[in-house]
Nanobody, 116 residues
């Protein structure tokens, strides 16, 4: 059974940093594109960043230069380093595994709150 477990969310002031982690189990982590999504209250879930099996990365424009996605295939772990956080980054952040035609797998989410 595939499982994605996120951690690392919390409360932080504007300009602060957080590092999210997502540990995967029940899947061959290294052969799938992985991503981080977020959903703010009253808004649709949006892609924040994704990383391919060749470690090519893509980011939504609003986080470019501030967030860094990475993966450690030996540890079956996906990371999102978030720097220079802004109040508009407040959301529940979800880890995602893209299985192509077989669909997606989501984690349970971790709350990130940026307050002033």
């Amino acid at each position: 059974q595939v499982q994605l477990v996120e951690s690392g969310g919390g409360l932080v002031q504007p300009g602060g940093s957080l590092r999210l982690s997502c540990v995967a189990s029940g899947m061959i982590f290294s052969i799938y594109t992985m991503g981080w999504y977020r959903q703010a209250p009253g808004k649709e879930r949006e892609l924040v960043a994704r990383i391919t099996i060749g470690s090519r990365t893509d980011y939504v424009d609003s986080v470019k230069g501030r967030f860094t996605i990475s993966r450690d295939n030996a540890k079956n772990t996906l990371y999102l380093q978030m720097d220079s956080l802004k109040p508009e980054d407040t959301a529940v952040y979800y880890c995602n595994a893209d299985f192509g035609l077989a669909g997606f797998q989501w984690g349970q989410g971790t709350q990130v709150t940026v307050y002033s």
